[in-house]
């Protein structure tokens, strides 16, 4: 079992920028994918970013803004944020991929005013 826990949201400004944190519970080397989905409301949810192998992947709507990276020591995965925009507003949540075993946080809030 792995639990995933969100953290670094919150109310900024466009423009702005934040970072998100997702605590992984156990060593994520057996972990060859995580990534970030995003939900906003009324909308489905859809992927942000990921990364799988060593190989990074951005929705096109936040390509050049966002930055995915992976901390292996301390099994965080991060999600830096730029250049918000009010569409940006979301529930964003960490996923990880344990081949075939998918996993995901509560979600942290994310808005972004105009």
């Known amino acids: 079992q792995v639990h995933l826990v969100e953290s670094g949201g919150g109310l900024v400004q466009a423009g702005g920028s934040l970072r998100l944190s997702c605590a992984i519970s156990?060593?994520?080397?057996?972990?060859?994918?995580v990534g970030w989905y995003r939900q906003a409301p009324g909308k489905q949810r859809e992927p942000v970013a990921n990364?799988?192998?060593?190989?990074?992947t951005y929705a096109d709507s936040v390509k050049g803004r966002f930055t995915i990276s992976r901390d292996y020591d301390n099994n965080v995965v991060y999600l830096q944020m730029d250049t918000l925009k009010p569409e940006d507003t979301a529930v964003y949540l960490c996923?990880?991929?344990?081949?075939?075993?998918?996993?995901w946080g509560q979600g942290t809030q994310v808005t972004v005013s105009s």
């Open positions: 156990r060593s994520t080397f057996s972990i060859p994918t």
């Open positions: 990364i799988s192998a060593g190989v990074t």
């Open positions: 996923n990880a991929d344990e081949s075939g075993w998918v996993y």
